[in-house]
């Protein structure tokens, strides 16, 4: 279990949204005790030009003005760049058009940004990685010292069991598994939020019209981003809504009292062109490797969606005020 309650710490969120990248993000705007400090985006789920662009829109829809967003790397360390318009529609963010941002990119480059905000921080801080980790990655190649400024990283990556991208990997650490390795093998506490958790977080219909009641503008998007998102689980996984991966991450940051975890020896599969991006998770110590990863293996879901509603009421009803 986590030996952070989420008062006493600043936060970074790397992400490249991404419907659930959206999501979390909302989450975490509803939730000030996170006291998060900065967006940096990264190519993943869309190509950079619209993950960027999708955080800021979103900040501007929470009118969260406060927290800096940068764009960071456009492509993983090594692969060309694997996109995902098939969940996520064409920029990212479904059919849901929100209106150009206002409020613009910060012109820093977002692993100069980590970097220096990370070394500037009297505490350490912690970092919440929503897609390919080639940021973070990058951030710890160039300046290693940043490594004892971190106080954990969070991030939603990678499986115990199957993967979601390929039969093997899932869709994060697929995208960069050189990165995802970087980071593992880094020597920062690292929670790997995977898909066997994600995958127990699902808007059920029930959960869905919850969240729709909240009403403009805050649950009417969540809605309607869920309801196109979900297509592609449905049809996938035969689930009976969309699994809310990111904001997994946010909620544990949030409450880890929600989540199981296991402290386990994680590697990322880089050589086989088969299984690349596979998480080997060394469940029962059978490598006899020392652990080096927090694996969450369980989520109280009804406990999360709870969260999930009422951080998301307190937004929208800040933004009625
Ligand atoms: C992860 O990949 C992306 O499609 C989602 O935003 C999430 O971060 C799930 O595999
Ligand atoms: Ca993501």
Request: some cysteine; charged content about 15%.
């Amino acid at each position: 279990m986590s030996q952070f309650n989420g008062f006493d710490t600043d936060l970074l969120i790397d992400c490249d949204p991404g419907v659930d990248d959206a999501i979390a993000l909302l989450l975490a705007f509803g939730s000030p005790e996170l006291n998060l400090r900065g967006i940096t985006t990264v190519g993943g789920n869309v190509p950079l030009v619209h993950t960027q662009t999708n955080a800021r829109k979103i900040c501007e829809l929470a009118q969260v003005f406060n927290v800096p967003v940068f764009a960071g790397c456009g492509r993983p360390i090594l692969r060309s760049l694997t996109t995902a318009e098939y969940v996520h529609g064409a920029t990212g963010l479904g059919q849901v058009n929100l209106l150009e941002p206002t409020i613009e990119l910060s012109p820093q480059h977002g692993v100069d940004f980590l970097i220096e905000t990370l070394l500037a921080s009297v505490k350490p801080m912690r970092i919440a990685t929503l897609g390919p980790l080639t940021n973070l990655a990058i951030a710890l190649v160039k300046s290693p010292e940043i490594i004892e400024k971190i106080a954990q990283v969070v991030m939603m990556g990678g499986a115990t069991t199957h993967g979601n991208v390929t039969p093997s990997a899932e869709f994060n650490i697929y995208c960069d598994p050189h990165a995802a390795q970087i980071v593992m093998n880094s020597g920062v506490p690292v929670v790997m939020m995977g898909l066997d958790v994600t995958h127990q977080a699902i808007a059920t219909p029930g959960r869905l019209a919850k969240i729709r009641q909240i009403g403009d503008p805050i649950g009417t998007l969540v809605a309607t981003l869920l309801e196109d998102y979900s297509h592609h689980d449905i049809q996938q996984y035969g689930f009976e809504g969309a699994p809310l991966h990111d904001p997994c991450v946010v909620a544990y940051l949030i409450n880890p009292m929600l989540f199981e975890t296991r402290k386990c020896f994680v590697e990322v599969e880089i050589q086989s062109e088969v299984t690349i991006g596979r998480t080997i998770v060394d469940w029962y110590g059978v490598s006899g490797r020392a652990p080096n990863v927090e694996v969450v293996c369980a989520v109280d879901s009804e406990g999360f969606y709870a969260m999930l509603c009422d951080r998301l009421t307190a937004l929208n009803d800040r933004l009625h005020r």
